[in-house]
């Protein structure tokens, strides 16, 4: 029992240990990234403006909310760039655990799922919102003058971001559900309907209710499904042969 317990406590210290040098790396990006905080908001902002009318601005009905705002998006980004050593901390503390075919499938997909969120939210930013917003601006009556709130907008962009990150994770979930030998690549091909109505479900509910923004997320959706059964077919489930058509 002691040595159970030692060996517990030592998972806790190293828990711990890759925790706080995690927070660490974000804290000093962070920091490095906090004299341009307004900038970076204004890269954000940046597809809303280009939909504004010329000379329309953002506003602001907060006291602090000048300040916070771009502080928050600020620690998204730094988030976001310490990323890599954020999970190369959590991989260094599961990995001991593993198999080594565990460890052959787990770092490309831990590897996988990060591009592909993070690929999911430049989609989001560089496509859809310029569209989405574009489409809102021209459908709003001419006696309306758009001016979008600050706080949000951060949290519309927020909600956005996660939705097409967690949207572009379909492949790495098709993946792992044939690994773990719950579906086979036959089965997956049969489901394709239902896919395809979730999809335009999910995206009804996650998105503004407008049919652009709705599209603009069911068909990727749709199209990583599919992606995520053409490489299904070279994985291995678990105790049994590759699958194959």
């Known amino acids: 029992m002691s040595g159970q317990e030692d060996t ?21 990006v962070f920091a490095c990234l906090l004299p341009w905080a307004g900038d970076i908001y204004d890269i954000l902002a940046h597809p ?15 006291v602090v909310t000048p300040f916070f705002v771009p ?18 901390q959590a991989w260094c503390f599961i990995a001991p655990g593993l198999y080594a075919h565990e460890k052959r499938l787990g770092l490309p997909l831990v590897v996988g799922s990060t591009v592909l969120f993070l690929a999911g939210m430049a989609f989001c930013y560089f496509f859809v919102f310029g569209t989405v917003f574009r489409f809102i601006t021209q459908f709003a009556p001419k006696s309306i003058t758009p001016a979008p709130d600050i706080e949000q907008y951060l949290s519309f962009v927020m909600s956005m971001f996660l939705a097409f990150g967690i949207t572009f994770e379909v492949p790495v979930f098709v993946i792992v559900l044939v690994k773990l030998g719950v579906v086979n690549v036959a089965k997956l091909k049969e489901a394709r309907p239902y896919v395809i109505v979730g999809a335009f479900v999910v995206a009804a509910v996650v998105t503004p209710p407008d049919v652009v923004s709705q599209l603009m997320l069911a068909i990727p959706m749709c199209l990583l499904y599919e992606l995520g059964i053409f490489l299904a077919r070279f994985v291995t489930a678990r105790g049994s042969e590759p699958v194959s058509d």
């Not at 403006?49 to 601005?57: D, I, S």
């Not at 502080?71 to 190369?88: I, R, S």
């Open 8 to 28: 517990f406590i030592s998972h806790l210290v190293e828990l711990r240990d890759r925790l706080l040098r995690a927070v660490v790396a974000v804290v000093v």
């Open 48 to 62: 809303m403006m280009q939909a504004l009318p010329e000379g329309t601005r953002m506003i602001a009905t907060g």
């Open 71 to 88: 502080m928050k998006v600020t620690l998204m980004v730094a988030f976001v760039v310490a990323l890599p050593f954020v999970l190369y």
